[in-house]
Antibody, heavy 123, light 108 residues
Framework: EVQLVESGGGLVQPGGSLRLSCAAS????????MSWVRQAPGKGLEWVANIKQDGSEKYYVDSVKGRFTISRDNAKNSLYLQMNSLRAEDTAVYYC????????????????WGQGTLVTVSS | EIVLTQSPGTLSLSPGERATLSCRASQSVSSSYLAWYQQKPGQAPRLLIY???SRATGIPDRFSGSGSGTDFTLTISRLEPEDFAVYYC?????????FGGGTKVEIK
């Protein structure tokens, strides 16, 4: 059974940092792109970033470029999101999702999602 | 980036009725790379449809997707009590992938 379990969320002040983790199991983690998707309270879904199987390609939504860094450790079956210079508008539930992209020019849907971790940016 | 507009914002229907949800794209979605997700309160989204019309694993056949280019539709043939939820469309034909604002299907 595919499982994705996020952790690391919490309350942080504006300008602060947080590192999210996603532990994957039930599939060959190193064979898939992975994505982070967020959802602000009461709002819709927004793709944040994704990373290729070997970590050699990473892509971000414009609003987080230069502030967030996605990474992975295939030996630990884990995905990460380092979030710096956090803003109030980054407040959201952050989901990790298995991304069925084949490459940058052939993107894919998200077939499995974790339950999410809440990040609240507030003073 | 491609903007997806979903309508209506809320659909009030009774169990057993047919639901028709619309997703319109600001430009053509290449290769019909359009997916639909269902989300219930406090839960993660669940993939229903990919490639505009293919059902994901384990999805009942009362869910169907259609459309191409800029206009896509999710149809639920007969609403079951567990189908009342929010539905999102997503395009993955061009970067960045984007989602629609959602349609809430509520019990009338």
């Amino acid at each position: 059974e595919v499982q994705l379990v996020e952790s690391g969320g919490g309350l942080v002040q504006p300008g602060g940092s947080l590192r999210l983790s996603c532990a994957a199991s039930g599939f060959t983690f190193s064979s898939y792109w992975m994505s982070w998707v967020r959802q602000a309270p009461g709002k819709g879904l927004e793709w944040v970033a994704n990373i290729k199987q070997d970590g050699s390609e990473k892509y971000y939504v414009d609003s987080v470029k230069g502030r967030f860094t996605i990474s992975r450790d295939n030996a630990k079956n884990s995905l990460y999101l380092q979030m710096n210079s956090l803003r109030a508008e980054d407040t959201a539930v952050y989901y990790c999702a298995r991304d069925l992209s084949i490459d940058y020019g052939d993107l894919g849907e998200f077939d499995y999602w974790g339950q999410g971790t809440l990040v609240t940016v507030s003073s | 980036e491609i903007v997806l507009t979903q309508s209506p914002g809320t659909l009030s229907l009774s169990p057993g009725e047919r639901a028709t949800l619309s997703c319109r794209a600001s430009q053509s979605v290449s290769s019909s790379y359009l997916a639909w997700y269902q989300q219930k309160p406090g839960q993660a989204p669940r993939l229903l449809i990919y490639g505009a019309s293919s059902r994901a694993t384990g999805i009942p056949d009362r869910f169907s997707g259609s459309g191409s280019g800029t206009d896509f539709t999710l149809t639920i043939s007969r609403l079951e009590p567990e189908d009342f939820a929010v539905y999102y469309c997503q395009q993955y034909g061009s970067s960045p992938v984007t989602f629609g604002g959602g349609t809430k299907v509520e019990i009338k």
